[in-house]
């Protein structure tokens, strides 16, 4: 009867693997993406900061300004990740010159999209979908573009401002 009991117990263990296999991750959720990625930073001394989620935050400094950039993994683990830059400019009261002034900056730029959002921010984003094996080096490159671009339009688009 022992044998028996065991026999049941490994056949509905196997099955439950087999129907979820989500189960056995230590951390559901948590991106293989997001630690290759911040074994790259450590292993280049980039500062860094990890955030909530599949979230890292890294920071530069943009015209003797703190600036910092974060980094989304997407959660279900398929190679999204999404860039954001929030602190470019925060609340801006007269919208009627920075939209333009996006809109040459988007027109120039293909990979790094600017926009205000609903809070009246000026926000940089960037959408990639980065490969398992070099999606770390592929994140870097993205985000130092972004830094480069970011940089390039800062004049432009502090004109609209």
Request: proline share 3%; glycine share 4%; with cysteine.
């Given at each position: 009867?022992?044998?028996?009991?065991?026999?049941?117990?490994?056949?509905?263990?196997?099955?439950?693997?087999?129907?979820?296999?989500?189960?056995?991750?230590?951390?559901?959720?948590?991106?293989?993406?997001?630690?290759?990625?911040?074994?790259?930073?450590?292993?280049?001394?980039?500062?860094?900061?990890?955030?909530k989620?599949?979230?890292?935050?890294?920071?530069y400094?943009?015209?003797?300004?703190?600036?910092?950039?974060?980094?989304?993994?997407?959660?279900n683990?398929?190679?999204y990740?999404?860039?954001?830059?929030?602190?470019?400019?925060?609340?801006?009261?007269?919208?009627?010159?920075?939209?333009?002034?996006?809109?040459?900056?988007?027109?120039?730029?293909?990979?790094?999209?600017?926009?205000?959002?609903?809070?009246?921010?000026?926000?940089?984003?960037?959408?990639?979908?980065?490969?398992?094996?070099?999606?770390?080096?592929?994140?870097?490159?993205?985000?130092?573009?972004?830094?480069?671009?970011?940089?390039?339009?800062?004049?432009?688009?502090?004109?609209?401002?």
């Amino acid at each position: 009867m022992l044998i028996f009991k065991k026999n049941i117990l490994c056949c509905i263990a196997i099955a439950f693997t087999c129907f979820f296999p989500q189960a056995l991750q230590a951390d559901p959720g948590k991106s293989e993406y997001k630690d290759q990625f911040t074994s790259l930073l450590h292993k280049k001394e980039i500062v860094y900061t990890n955030l909530k989620g599949n979230n890292v935050s890294v920071a530069y400094t943009l015209n003797d300004k703190p600036v910092s950039i974060r980094i989304a993994f997407n959660e279900n683990g398929d190679g999204y990740v999404s860039l954001y830059c929030f602190d470019l400019a925060k609340n801006i009261k007269d919208t009627s010159k920075i939209i333009p002034a996006c809109n040459e900056i988007n027109a120039q730029y293909k990979w790094v999209k600017f926009y205000v959002d609903k809070d009246n921010d000026l926000v940089a984003s960037f959408n990639a979908k980065i490969d398992k094996e070099t999606g770390a080096d592929e994140c870097l490159e993205i985000l130092l573009r972004m830094c480069n671009i970011i940089k390039e339009a800062y004049p432009v688009l502090m004109k609209g401002i």
